[in-house]
């Protein structure tokens, strides 16, 4: 199932809308209990959500809404929790407020964690870090803090900082970032009005 989700606040709930790549609504459900979604992407015939105000990443059908699976307690900070997937249909969590990276698969089973709060090269800095994590093509984890910027990829090797970013953001704020089939980084900073792409 591909489109974009589009959701909306209803009386009892979100619903969700979902479109083709041509713009036409291909289907629409009501997630129940849902807060406040602060990330969402669709895999196969799932959609999973991440809901700051609820601490969790919720897995539901994406043909009907139906709630399968949780992640709990996460521990978002600034009104930021989000998630990515891997071509194995592995969910990476950036837990920023307990300062760490988890990686489920798709029926919440936690696969590996790791991180903690400190100042070293693998420990994550600030307030709560990191706010927004990635994968590469060949498995390495690419995470990213906030304030000062730090981008980062953790491999066999271990970890290891990318050089060259000029600060994207000052205080507590998201920093959206995507990778692309060649490995190189995008990463936005809605307040500066730029968008800087690094080579991984």
Known sequence: MRG???KRKVTKGHECIIYNKSGSQVNSFEIKGLA???GARVVGNKL????VKRQLVGIYDAQKGNL??????????CGILDFSINPDN???????GAFRVQKYDLKGKILLTFGKRGKGLNDFHGCCNPVNVAFLSNGAIVTVEK???????????????????EE????????????DGKDN???ASPKKGLIRCVPA
């Open 4 to 6: 974009k989700l589009i």
């Open 68 to 77: 399968l699976s949780e992640m709990k307690d996460m521990r978002p900070c």
């Open 185 to 187: 980084l995008y990463l």
């Open 36 to 38: 406040y979604a602060s």
């Open 168 to 179: 994207l953001v000052e205080g507590c704020c998201y920093i959206p970032m995507i990778v």
């Open 147 to 165: 304030d000062p910027t730090r981008i980062k990829i953790y491999s066999k090797e271990g970890a290891k900082v990318i050089k060259g970013i």
């Open 90 to 96: 592995e969910l990476l969590v950036a837990n920023l």
């Open 48 to 51: 999973l959500v991440a809901d």
